[in-house]
């Protein structure tokens, strides 16, 4: 099933829809402005001639610098035999700007969406209005920004940490060993005894993410 | 006699608990022994590979994606080599074609093999572990073969294969091709009639064809439930539509038909990996031989002088490939498995992203362990069969 068709079918339900077809080598395309986007689904899912009963995926591309940033797709199939020209496949695509990252969730219309959003929120931060839960998914509950965002530093500068290169002197060496031996009489006392078994410094930091 | 008062139980299992197929944690809600309520908490393998693989070059995104799926690491090359050879427009030779298909199905048989030993292990049956095990290592051994790798070959490329099958390589295959049958036979005798594995499994985690399509569970799970959708038959890659196999499909949706479907897929993959084998010559073309994309051969690039500055430029500065987006699904050993990627021109991806099998599948587990009984939990996870590297990514 080509694009026109799909956009001439989408078009008896919901006939003030400007859909626009957009060019990809692989499946049928369309760019769905973000205010219809839930008629638009709900038609693509109930309407008997679409069908469209598998949201495969959802994801979202970050174009920044260029605006729109933010390009939000959805890849639908119909792979119930018993449908109008099945198997089909067509990707949905909303673009929406960087200030104002937002679409309405489609959860309701397949449930698989609700992690699928869930993912796209934490990770590219695109909010999804009515989502049943919106919280981070993959990343930790107080992780801060959006991994998969262009702006997000791949490498964050934190300063390095240096240890202290171990120097021992011989006698600190003899001591170090001795004061770590089970011993069964007095402890030991005196300059052995201070000798720290691990040099300053070096315990490992546990300041983990972005500065 | 006062009234006897009742109350929930909230138990924590996880994230490192053995059944849960790497770092799940799940916080169960329990009432005696049933599930009253369950929430899953993922994220702890988590790597960030789809934000690595957009600082790396195209063809070193292949070692990364198959540390996605670790269980099925060539299903996950085939599905991204396939996203962007299409992306660049290349068609692979036919040769190319039917290797790639022997080794997802081989492939598909040792992650199988894997899922059926540790649900087994976690149901009681141990002895099936260790068979398993017995077969899965010839497997690795092939992989070791062609690649010197087991586990993470990145034979698959974009635009071929890394170099030509080994010495060997048909013997070695067709000597696990005419074994396995028979070891098929073994595992089923020793768990399909058996009344405990039945009893583990009947009507254990059932799952409606509608809920698994809603919840985008396409793949074993969909097919015990009776949803035979197939990406190979339905939307065919790498010339599967000139095997002959069949899709198996189940009918009640429990973790027994899911383990019926499972068994019935290694019977067709040992059939697809026959008809491969049989197409595959000796020696061969094994990549498109466009040296703008796959390297010279190996001793060409020790005597020409061309030949080892198109080497050398391909390594460091990797091939562009024309903008534009592009999602080919395959069938994974999970389910439909692909990648969805975004070129904008340069010798770096903008975007992959992974639609992983297992993401969903753990998605779905709440409602799937609701309402049975606590030790059926870990039956209901061993049969969706989540693969925690590829939920996480």
């Known amino acids: 099933m080509d694009t026109a068709t799909i956009v001439s079918i989408l078009q008896k339900s919901a006939p003030d829809v400007s859909l626009e077809a957009a060019t990809a080598i692989d499946q049928p395309t369309l760019v769905v402005p973000r205010e219809r986007l839930v008629d638009v689904c709900h038609a693509l899912r109930h309407e008997p001639e679409l069908d469209f009963g598998l949201l495969a995926d959802v994801t979202a591309v970050d174009w920044w610098p260029r605006e729109p940033r933010f390009a939000i797709i959805y890849h639908l199939a119909c792979v119930e035999t018993t449908a109008v020209g099945a198997p089909k496949r067509l990707r949905l695509k909303v673009l929406v700007p960087g200030a104002d990252a937002r679409v309405p969730t489609v959860s309701e219309i397949w449930p698989s969406a609700n992690w699928a959003e869930r993912e796209v929120w934490d990770l590219v931060g695109i909010v999804f209005d009515g989502h049943p839960d919106l919280r981070r998914l993959l990343m930790p509950d107080d992780w801060e920004g959006h991994p998969l965002r262009k702006d997000y530093p791949v490498q964050v500068a934190v300063p390095a940490k240096v240890a202290e290169p171990l120097q021992l002197t011989p006698e600190q060496f003899v001591a170090n060993i001795e004061a770590s031996r089970v011993r069964t009489g007095p402890a030991p006392s005196g300059e052995a005894a201070r000798v720290p078994a691990r040099p300053p410094g070096a315990t490992p930091s546990d300041e983990g993410g972005p500065a | ?393």
Not at chain 2, 203 to 231: H, Q
Not at chain 2, 240 to 251: I, K, L, M, N, S
Request: aromatic share 10%; glycine share 8%; charged share 25%.
């Open chain 2, 1 to 393: 006699m006062p009234e006897l008062r009742t109350q929930t139980m909230t138990v924590n299992m996880g994230p490192q608990h053995p059944s849960t197929h790497g770092v799940l944690r799940l916080v169960l809600e329990l009432d005696g022994e049933i599930v009253v309520s369950a929430s899953t908490t993922i994220g702890y393998l988590h790597t960030g590979i789809e934000k690595t693989a957009e600082q790396k070059k195209w063809q070193q995104v292949i070692p990364l994606v198959e540390r996605m799926d670790y269980l099925s690491a060539q299903s996950n090359s085939f599905g991204f080599a396939l996203s962007v050879e299409k992306l660049l427009g290349i068609e692979v030779p036919e040769r190319v074609r039917w290797i790639r298909v022997l080794l997802a199905e081989l492939q598909r048989i040792n992650s199988h093999l894997v899922w059926l030993a540790t649900h087994g292990l976690e149901i009681g049956a141990v002895s099936v572990m260790l068979y398993c095990f017995r077969e899965r290592e010839l497997l690795l051994n092939v992989n070791e073969m062609i690649a010197g790798f087991r586990m993470f070959p990145s034979y698959i490329r974009i635009g071929g294969l890394r170099e030509d099958l080994p010495a060997g390589f048909h013997d070695a295959v067709r000597a696990f091709l005419d074994r396995f049958p028979a070891k098929l036979d073994e595992y089923e005798d020793l768990l399909t009639q058996n009344e405990i594995w039945i009893r583990r499994t009947r009507d254990v985690g059932r799952l409606s064809k509608e809920e698994a399509l809603a919840l985008a569970l396409v793949g074993p799970i969909a097919r015990a439930a009776g949803l035979p959708y197939d990406v190979r038959k339905a939307f065919p890659y790498s010339g599967y539509e000139t095997f002959e196999f069949d899709v198996p499909a189940g009918t009640r949706g429990d973790v027994y038909d899911r383990y019926l479907v499972r068994m019935e897929e290694m019977r067709q993959s040992v059939r697809i990996c026959r008809q491969a084998l049989e197409r595959i010559t000796p020696a061969g073309a094994y990549d498109i031989q466009d040296f703008r994309i796959v390297p010279p051969p190996k001793d060409r690039v020790y005597t020409e002088m061309e030949a080892l500055i198109q080497h050398f430029l391909l390594y460091s500065q990797g091939f562009t490939v024309p903008a534009g987006e592009v999602y080919v699904p395959v069938e994974g050993p999970r389910g439909e498995h692909g990648f969805y990627v975004v070129s904008d021109g340069t010798n770096r991806p903008w975007r992959i992203k992974a639609r992983a099998p297992s993401f969903y599948a753990c998605q779905a587990l709440p409602p799937l362990i609701v309402g049975g009984l606590i030790a059926d939990v870990i039956a209901v996870i061993g049969s969706t069969d989540v693969v925690m590297g590829d939920v996480d990514r």
